[in-house]
């Protein structure tokens, strides 16, 4: 067995992670048929591949322990000059996900690493492109808004060919009820709770 590299994201939902992903490739980012769109919580890591069931098996317990919770993007950002990165924010989550990104880095588990910057959830839209693509990114998507319910996240494997893909989907222990149409049948209630 070699090696492998791993990353876990939450997967940014449809229609919101095509369309952020078709913008990306829109601004020059060659890179982003391979990446679904995301926000990080283990960047890409290189591990033994015969340390991936105990990988998996961490992961389970995080996600127990873990509870669904609300994540809004809304507008952008950047890491320049520092990175070649312009995003867009997490302004609602934030605190979710650093919390996750610890315990999935957790000290006494498999994949456990320090990181090179300070850990700041964010969506990538565009990556390592003149700067002139990357003001466009940066303008374009300034007022970019979606929300949803984060409900879990997943382990992904970067291929030989660069294309990120989906090994394992994590749900939290927590009970998720979606939501339930309203239905009143007539006479099943008193007029006053119609």
Request: negative net charge; hydrophobic residues 40%; charged residues 20%.
């Amino acid at each position: 067995m070699g090696t492998v590299t791993i990353g876990v994201s939450i997967a940014v939902p449809e229609p919101h992670g095509s369309l952020i992903q078709q913008l990306r490739v829109g601004f020059g980012d060659a890179a982003a048929h391979g990446i679904p769109t995301h926000v990080t919580l283990l960047p890409p890591t290189e591990i033994d591949e015969a340390a991936l069931p105990a990988v998996e098996a961490h992961l389970t317990e995080v996600a127990a322990v873990g509870r669904p919770f609300p994540m809004l993007l809304s507008g952008t950002g950047t890491f320049r000059p520092l990175s070649p990165v312009v995003y867009v924010q997490v302004a609602d989550g934030a605190e979710a996900c650093t919390w996750l990104q610890k315990q999935v880095r957790d000290a006494s588990g498999p994949v456990a690493r320090e990181l090179p910057f300070p850990y700041h959830p964010h969506v990538t839209v565009a990556h390592g492109i003149d700067d002139e693509a990357m003001d466009r990114a940066f303008e374009e998507l300034a007022d970019y808004r979606a929300e949803w319910r984060c409900t879990g996240f997943a382990l992904y494997e970067q291929g030989a060919d660069g294309v990120w893909r989906k090994l394992r989907e994590y749900v939290f222990g927590g009970t998720v009820v979606p939501p339930q149409p309203a239905r009143v049948e007539r006479g099943s209630l008193p007029t006053s709770q119609l």
